[in-house]
């Protein structure tokens, strides 16, 4: 049976999805990835975080972005 890593209480960081035990968010994870940091940079920094936590985040994120939404881009100023 595989491992849950994300989970989403209304009690926990506002409802956010945080990892499984912590209250780091997916939001927070991502935000690092994005501005560089590698997975190694993020586990040292967060020493409660395993890689699969990681990459069941990322893995997290994807499926919620392949909802039936869309997300219109600004557009920039002319």
Do not use: C
């Not at 409802?15 to 209250?23: E, L, M, Q």
């Not at 935000?31 to 940091?37: D, F, R, S, V």
């Not at 040292?44 to 499926?63: C, D, G, N, S």
């Amino acid at each position: 049976m595989q491992r849950q890593w994300v989970i989403s209480n209304p009690k926990v960081m506002m409802g956010k999805p945080v990892i499984v035990g912590t209250r780091i968010t997916v939001e927070l994870i991502l935000e690092k990835l994005a501005a560089g940091e590698t997975i190694e940079q993020v586990l040292e920094a967060h020493p409660q975080l395993t890689r699969e936590a990681i990459l069941a985040a990322l893995a997290f994120a994807k499926e919620a972005l392949r909802a039936d939404v869309v997300y219109p881009l600004a557009e920039a100023p002319a």
